[in-house]
């Protein structure tokens, strides 16, 4: 019952981030490696991805650089919009996934902000059996707000919001790691990210990233009890007052939960995952990390 690559591709009418999880198992294998770029608002990235595009053509290889700049026509509505900056988020991680499929290196010019959305950055290059890094620009609040001042890329408000939002790359996590500083041009070090990218083992594909068979006896009660599981702690949670970032049991990362969630809501998406996962089987251990993202791409 496996389906090939063009039946998935063509086929699946997923939701974004399982869709990332659940469809790279079927990807080729490929060795061209990943550069994500994050840092504030008018920090130098695009600059930095336009450095890094150069050097790598001089060394013959083929580059691709997805910004996001190309897909922002009004900055200042669209990152005062979640829905529209969700949008964005999920066209940019497509374009990924479909590059990282060809003889190409990807760089991604954008914020990047958020650790999660890195995270699935990360299973993405992960399931495609490549190397990645990621490259901040880390420049000061004030330097970035002289430099918005200069050439009015975003209102006052926004550009605040946007800098507090803003949740910096750790080399302690792995998917941040390998993690390079980057001040000016001068201190891009392109002969160690070239050293991380083409001279580092890719990370093994995990539970999550690999086939299952569809066999699984308990997987239908195993799924029902872990959404559930997880459902009544965030409940649990939201009564004794908690809203933000939510850690869950046996997960890395938390469940961003927005202040008063309707409960029917968080039902409904339970629901929904349910559904979608009965004709996909995964292993138990990669039930709570997948429903967490699944419910991540709704709330934010």
């Not at 039946?7 to 490929?30: D, F, M, N, Q």
């Not at 580092?200 to 068979?213: A, I």
């Amino acid at each position: 019952m496996d389906r090939t690559w063009e039946e998935v591709k063509h086929g699946w009418s997923a939701e974004p981030v399982l869709r990332v999880l659940l469809s790279c198992r079927y990807t080729p294998l490929v060795k061209m490696p990943l550069v994500i770029i994050c840092g504030f608002p008018c920090s130098g990235k695009t600059s930095v991805a336009n450095a890094l595009s150069k050097y790598f053509l001089q060394q013959s290889r083929d580059v691709v650089v997805i910004s996001e700049n190309d897909h922002v026509s009004c900055r200042n509505k669209v990152y005062a919009d979640s829905q529209d900056e969700k949008r964005i988020r999920g066209i940019l991680k497509s374009q990924v996934q479909q590059f990282l499929n060809k003889d190409k290196v990807v760089i991604l010019d954008a914020m990047n902000y958020i650790k999660g959305y890195r995270y699935e950055l990360y299973c993405v290059s992960k399931g495609c059996h490549t190397t990645q890094c990621t490259v901040l620009c880390d420049v000061a609040r004030d330097v970035a707000l002289a430099w918005n001042d200069a050439h009015r890329h975003y209102n006052t408000d926004v550009m605040q919001a946007l800098m507090d939002r803003f949740e910096e790359p750790d080399s302690r996590k792995r998917w941040d790691n390998p993690l390079f500083h980057v001040r000016s041009l001068d201190d891009l070090d392109v002969g160690a990210i070239c050293e991380a990218l083409f001279e580092r083992k890719p990370p093994p594909p995990n539970q999550s990233t690999q086939s299952q068979p569809l066999s699984s006896a308990s997987f239908l009660h195993d799924l029902d009890r872990i959404t559930q599981d997880i459902v009544n702690h965030l409940m649990s949670a939201q009564k004794l007052g908690e809203e933000g970032e939510i850690r869950v049991p046996s997960v890395e990362y938390p469940v961003n939960l927005p202040s008063r969630f309707p409960v029917a809501k968080l039902a409904q998406l339970r629901r929904q995952f349910i559904s979608f996962m009965k004709a996909r089987p995964q292993p138990q251990r990669a039930i709570p990390a997948l429903f967490v993202q699944y419910l991540n791409s709704h709330l934010m």
